[in-house]
């Protein structure tokens, strides 16, 4: 054995070979994997304050585990479960004996951010499964777009025709996958995607609003809803002058004289500025 | 590509013959027209990008919105009946004077048209609140009031392009004694006209627009409040997203070393990169009411409380549709025979695209000359 291979050979392998293909993978496995019993969706649970689903969510993980087992032997998710079931009144009792006092101490904006935060954990948990599946949509055009390459090279075979630049080839497939990908996203199964996709990007853009306007409150910054119901009620104002002036005009026609100077091309005396809305 | 004798290629042979010898030919032939694209980009000047450059006058303004008169060319004068184009929310109105060569303004002037344009300008956040009623009986009615008066005439021409022809068509309905003719050109009128008869590859924002229930509508204006001009050139984008991305890269290379078509496609650019945002109370409008209601065919959309009915529409109308046009299906933008009240009803088919139809060598040939004679005939 030369040097070279008894370093090689002697060089500890830290991690397996393709690691970070199956750490990719198995975030994309569990951003698409959906129901409950996945530790995404027990995840999510948690978040949105289903305590006693989300920890029964974590037993069942767990049961598939070698010595964490014993925790949850004969039941399955049972004892975790009803650990959640027995925090729920907790928790809420907690909150009805000690809430105002916190509130009259200047807590409720915390408490108001830590729900709000973790709603947008949530909301941001399901943007990203949305992504994933839209993805998979794409994924899926694309293959079908080289197949239709392929098909269409072949044919081309047939005819005795050849393709002899690389340009020429990048063409065809960007004309075979536009086909593929037309056929595909105005599938049924494209259009549900899209559309679960655009709700989970508002969901999660709204909480987002939401943690942003709990703070501009507590430091008593205008939020974006004040300046929309401050641009609500300038909009109605401009229509209720837009109909009161027309209703004046429509009882005082233009003088016929100033419409015909008006009238002369170039003529540049028509004042610029502002009209009244 | 190259045919060869069909003796010459075996049976079930791949066609592609590329070498490594072709492939450095090629890559040698794809470098120089880089090199000598990146001098001539280099080269350029403001001057030579500009888009828009027919002379115009700012007659009237109001909030972000600007009404514009163009100069008459070559000092002609002007005769016959005022027209006002009103383009569309989704883009700059620059896309129809996108260039000298390629301008159906210039065009339209040269027919010896008065030629006026309503710019909507750059909706900020503050519009949001804005709905299709502010543009067409808000902005669009003082629009052609200003030109009526200016003229001393009782009623314009009215030319709307796309969502810009919808608002005029509403108009047309709302006040008919202020419109002389109306011109709609690749318009949508019924927005379900492609649901029993899809065409592949086309209306893709009709699908997706109805595949959304009312109540994703309203979420998405509730929180968004203004579409990002952005947001809408990328749900443009993704109507052909690989076509859009070759377009950078492989059709781009090939045009490098040829100055003028360099300068159309950067011209081209220089509109698309330019998308206002879109006021919400619109989008909710549009979206529900047009896209997944179709009340404006039905005549059942409200805009200010009150009913547009297209039997209103009592002008002559001329209808243009764009016969390659896959934003706007044909199906939804032609055989409308039956929707106006009018007794004058023409349609007229322009090769090319939706937006082709404005700016490609084609349809500049037929569109500006027959609507300018359409209108003369109508003065």
Known sequence: MSQDDASTAAAPQLLPAGWLDSLYGGYLRMLMAGGAGDGLGALRELLQGHVADGLAGFGKLLSGHGSLASLVQGGGATPLAAAGEALKPLALNVERAYGGLADAFGLAPLRELEQAGREMASAALAHRQAQAAYLDVVAGALGKGAEVLTTRLADMARRGESVDTLLELLRLWARATDEAMHEAMQAPAALKASAELLRAAARSRRQQQRVVAVVSEALNVPTRADMDDAYREIQELKRELRRSRKAAAADDPPPATEARRAAEPGARRTPKGSTAA | ?379
């Open chain 2, 1 to 379: 590509m190259s045919a060869q004798d069909a003796s010459a290629a075996p049976a079930g042979a791949s066609p592609i013959r590329i070498t490594p010898q072709s492939l450095l030919q090629e890559w040698q032939r794809m470098s120089g027209k880089i090199a000598s694209g990146s001098r001539r980009l280099a080269e350029l000047s403001e001057e030579q990008l500009a888009i828009a450059t027919a002379p115009k006058e700012e007659i009237w303004r109001q909030d972000m919105v600007r009404l514009y008169r163009y100069l008459p060319a070559d000092g002609r004068q002007p005769s016959g009946v005022p027209v006002l184009l009103a383009y569309a929310l989704v883009g700059r109105y620059q896309m129809i004077d996108l260039e000298a060569e390629r301008s159906f303004v210039r065009k339209l002037l040269a027919q010896g048209l008065d030629v006026y344009m309503v710019d909507w300008g750059h909706p900020s956040r503050a519009q949001r609140w804005l709905g299709i009623d502010d543009y067409v009986s808000g902005y669009l009615d003082d629009c052609v009031d200003t030109i009526r008066s200016r003229h001393g005439v009782p009623a314009v021409n009215l030319l709307g392009i796309c969502q810009g022809g919808v608002f005029a068509a509403c108009y047309a309905a709302l006040f008919p004694r202020k419109v002389k003719n109306l011109v709609l050109a690749v318009t949508p009128i019924d927005f379900h006209g492609d649901a029993s008869s899809p065409e592949a590859g086309a209306g893709y924002m009709n699908l997706w627009a109805r595949s959304l229930e009312p109540e994703d509508i309203d979420l998405l204006v509730d929180t968004f409040g203004l579409a990002p001009g952005a947001v809408v050139g990328f749900s443009f984008l993704m109507m052909n997203p690989v076509a859009n991305v070759a377009k950078y890269t492989t059709e781009l290379v090939e045009i490098l070393d040829d100055e003028a078509k360099l300068l159309n496609f950067l011209r081209m650019e220089r509109w698309i990169s330019d998308r206002p945002g879109h006021p919400g109370e619109v989008m909710r409008q549009w979206f529900k009411d047009l896209y997944q209601g179709n009340k404006l065919v039905k005549n059942e959309l409200m805009l200010g409380g009150r009913r547009v009915d297209l039997k209103q529409v009592t002008m002559p109308v001329l209808n243009v549709y764009a016969e390659g046009d896959v934003i706007i299906p044909n199906a939804c933008s032609r055989g409308l025979d039956g929707v106006f009240g009018s007794a004058d009803y023409s349609e007229l088919g322009v090769p090319g695209g939706h937006i082709g139809t404005f700016v490609g060598g084609k349809a500049q040939k037929v569109l500006a000359p027959s609507v300018a004679k359409w209108l003369a005939q109508r003065s």
